[in-house]
């Protein structure tokens, strides 16, 4: 099993341009999440999904959108990303209550 | 909501010596709770979980973490550490409301430096 894993690694993106994560998990778990890491910071919740077709705001929401169309992929959207978006971002799914997390993307803003 | 407090950034210590990390919780309802442990350039790694039952709770790697209520805290010790134990180690709560599923609020990290 490749557990949790993230597409793609790194990218640089100028402000207003687009882009989509991807995370898939082969453990078939119903719960899905996305966090953001910044220094000093610890990670943050911005969307999660407790089944196919579901997701709710987290922490810290704006600007970004999700999409759950299968149960085994999450994605993570950024309509026109900022500078405030470059980051760390980690996926996890989850079963229930413990959480496995993806390798994780760097994502710079210029 | 809940918040979590990690009430050191950074804990250097010397090869061999004992360490505890500290982590404090606030929450209206009940908890799960978690250390997360990250190496340098990788993904959140599971070290040790309190979801019920006994209040120590140990993982395969010799640390272990205490659950008390009374203090709302969930402090992580290991007695004797190692080189390989160089890392970011993140303390996390959920609630236990339909497993968890709303996710996890971390606190903000702290980096323990082992010195030779």
């Known amino acids: ?110 | 909501a809940q918040s979590v407090t990690q009430l050191d950034s950074q804990v250097p210590v010397f090869e061999e010596a004992p360490v505890e990390l500290r982590c404090n919780y606030s929450s209206s309802v009940s908890v799960y709770l978690f250390w997360y442990v990250q190496y340098p350039n990788q993904g959140l790694q599971l070290l040790l979980k309190y979801l019920s039952g006994s209040t120590l709770v140990e993982s395969i790697n010799g640390f272990e973490a205490e659950f008390n209520k009374s203090q709302t805290s969930f402090h992580l010790r290991k007695p004797s550490v190692h080189i390989s134990d160089t890392a970011e180690y993140f303390c996390a709560v959920s609630r236990t409301t339909r497993g968890g599923a709303d996710g996890l609020t971390f606190g903000k990290g702290t980096h323990l430096i082992i010195q030779p």
């Not at chain 1, 989509?20 to 610890?42: K, V």
């Not at chain 1, 026109?80 to 209550?97: D, E, H, L």
């Open chain 1, 1 to 110: 099993n490749a557990g949790v894993t993230q597409t793609p690694k790194f990218r640089v993106l100028k402000t207003g341009q687009s882009m989509t994560l991807l995370c898939a998990q082969d453990m078939n778990h119903e719960y899905m999440y996305w966090y953001r890491q910044d220094p000093g910071m610890g990670l943050r919740l911005i969307h999660y999904s407790v089944g196919e077709g579901t997701t709710a705001k987290g922490e810290v929401p704006d600007g970004y959108n999700v999409s759950r169309l299968k149960k085994q992929n999450f994605l993570l959207g950024l309509e026109s990303a900022a500078p405030s978006q470059t980051s760390v971002y980690f996926c996890a799914s989850s079963p229930q209550n413990e959480q496995f997390f993806g390798p994780g993307t760097r994502l710079t803003v210029l």
